[in-house]
């Protein structure tokens, strides 16, 4: 296995991810971890991650001795590479300019690392790579028994090796798809120099996963939100398969879920896996709160808060329910990798608020919990696999997203509970058409083919004609979006058979329902959902 030291820097999670994807197992671990953990750990590897922080502005940051005892492999990346370059006597100095972004690298003298696997030669055959460069200091003069690997020309010192002990330093950073050849780089790294076994797979992160959720809750209890939702869904298949009875799943139903979701996760969770799951019918309590509210702000407000309402409620059932025996200690949470990143406010605070978003964040401390969340260092393609090897059906795990507040923001306008069902049939009626239609070229359906599509109904009527007579009712609006972030997104181009076939079984089944229309502005300057 392979040991990431952190030093700190936003992409480290990118490195795991890399080494994870050659099939070997890695861990990340602070930079400060203390020698007899690295002793115990016994990697085949060490990879030093690169950092904020500057060499000069920090001198806490250093690899601790073991690293260099150990006798292994070591990849230092960017800061990394400045603390192997230091530590092994080395010099480092601040640089006169920041080179950040692209930039083109020099391979020299034949290492193990980066040999043959050039993008392009110069005309004096030189091998260059086409990589991402941050960073502020540089590496000005060698430590004794190192060779030059990689240069730019403002930055003479771009990697450096010492093949004998298998160190090697990159001023660039290979975990980044910008550098092209990163991904190959790193597997040379970890599967040939460090000779690290590729035999890590989903199932054995399962066993990894299963054995840490036990040792952290050894007999305690714990409650988890069930939404339905991919996250909290395998989180929650997860934290059973570990601790099976001592995990209780709150499901509140607020009455806003797509066509039969309710009765779904029922089925899955109680039905199939055998877990505890208490399911809580709000339905009535929430679109009472929402009868007569047409605000989109306020809607979404009320939803959250009732939503925290109920599950509090039901938490506090479960905390005291054998409070003479244990009751619950943990609450458990579905949050993934990109959550933990957006809200260490690594992303640009927006400076206006579009949507306010459902949070249930301050809950544990509300609820004198302790924080469960076992997914927390998965990004969203090895959350879903993860569900596929824990046994959960391929088309829930591989589900569009759905808003907390559902189709409370779907319904445009007031809320009625007449609304929500002809919204659920059609929506229904669509989602079921988009799994239906196979793309010839890609083979894939048109579910696959885009990032998120729904239905939105709007409280409008129009006029229109059934056999002989005047009909006058509701519109809807079919939305499909491609996206790779839900940041922009470009409206999907569906073909007109489909829509042809959505539309007309729309109006046909749904009665109530005599106008579909598609929805073609892309994001910006509309978002994705309506309101
Ligand atoms: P917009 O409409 O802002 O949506 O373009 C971007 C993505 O976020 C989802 N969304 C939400 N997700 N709670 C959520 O968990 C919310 O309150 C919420 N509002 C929007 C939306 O479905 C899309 O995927």
């Not at 040939?192 to 007999?219: C, F, N, P, T």
Request: aromatic fraction near 8%.
């Amino acid at each position: 296995k392979i040991l990431i030291l952190d030093f700190g820097s936003q992409v480290t999670q990118l490195i795991a991810r890399r080494v994870r994807e050659a099939n070997v197992f890695c861990e990340i671990h602070p930079n400060d971890v203390s020698d007899d953990f690295i002793r115990e750990f016994a990697p085949k590897g060490i990879i030093l991650s690169g950092s904020h922080a500057s060499t000069y502005e920090d001198h806490e940051l250093r690899a601790p001795q073991a690293v260099w005892d150990l006798g292994v492999p070591v990849l230092g990346i960017c800061y990394g590479m400045f603390a192997m370059a230091v530590q092994q006597g080395g010099e480092v100095e601040p640089a006169d300019h920041r080179e950040f972004g692209y930039a083109e690298v020099r391979a020299h003298g034949h290492t193990a690392l980066l040999q043959g696997i050039e993008d392009f030669s110069t005309a004096e055959g030189h091998g260059m790579l086409k990589v991402w460069m941050s960073h502020g200091d540089k590496v000005t003069a060698l430590p004794p028994g190192f060779k030059l690997m990689a240069s730019t020309p403002s930055c003479p010192i771009a990697g450096m090796a010492d093949e004998s002990r298998g160190y090697y330093g990159v001023q660039f950073h290979p975990e980044v798809t910008h550098t092209v050849q990163g991904r190959e780089l790193l597997n040379r790294f970890v599967l040939e120099i460090a000779k690290a076994k590729a035999d890590w797979v989903m199932d054995s992160y399962v066993d990894e996963a299963v054995a840490r959720i036990r040792e952290q809750v050894g007999d305690e209890e714990v409650i988890l939100g069930l939404s339905g939702g991919v996250d909290s869904s395998v989180a929650a298949a997860l934290i059973h398969r570990a601790i099976g009875d001592q995990l209780t799943c709150v499901f509140v139903d607020h009455g806003l879920l797509r066509l039969d979701e309710g009765r779904m996760v029922m089925e899955m969770f109680a039905g199939r896996l055998h877990a505890k799951v208490v399911h809580v019918d709000a339905s009535a309590q929430f679109l009472g709160h929402l009868a007569g509210v047409t605000d989109p702000e306020q809607k979404r407000k009320i939803i959250g808060r009732e939503f925290v309402e109920v599950f509090k409620a039901e938490a506090a059932k479960l905390k005291a329910a054998n409070a003479s025996a244990k009751g619950a200690k943990w609450l458990a949470q579905g949050t993934i990798y990109p959550d933990v990143v957006e809200s260490g406010g690594t992303k640009t605070k927006k400076a206006v608020t579009i949507k306010s978003h459902h949070n249930v964040g301050g809950l544990p401390e509300q609820l004198g919990l302790k924080l469960l969340e076992p997914l927390r260092e998965l990004f969203k393609d090895e959350v879903r696999e993860l569900g596929v090897a824990l046994g959960l059906p391929h088309d829930m795990v591989y589900r569009h997203p759905f808003p907390g507040p559902g189709l409370g923001v779907r319904v445009l306008g007031e809320v009625k509970p007449e609304y929500v069902t002809l919204l659920q049939r059609a929506d229904a009626i669509f989602i079921e058409e988009l799994r239906a239609a196979v793309d010839p070229v890609s083979g894939k359906n048109w579910y696959e083919l885009t990032s998120q599509a729904f239905t939105v109904f709007l409280p409008v009527k129009s006029v229109g004609v059934m056999g002989d007579g005047r009909t006058y009712d509701y519109v809807v609006a079919l939305r499909a979006v491609q996206t790779s972030d839900f940041m922009t997104a470009d409206w999907a181009e569906l073909p007109y058979s489909l829509l042809k076939k959505v539309s007309g079984r729309i109006i046909n089944e749904v009665r109530g329902i005599n106008r579909v229309t598609y929805d073609v502005s892309s994001k910006p300057p509309a978002t994705i959902e309506w309101e």
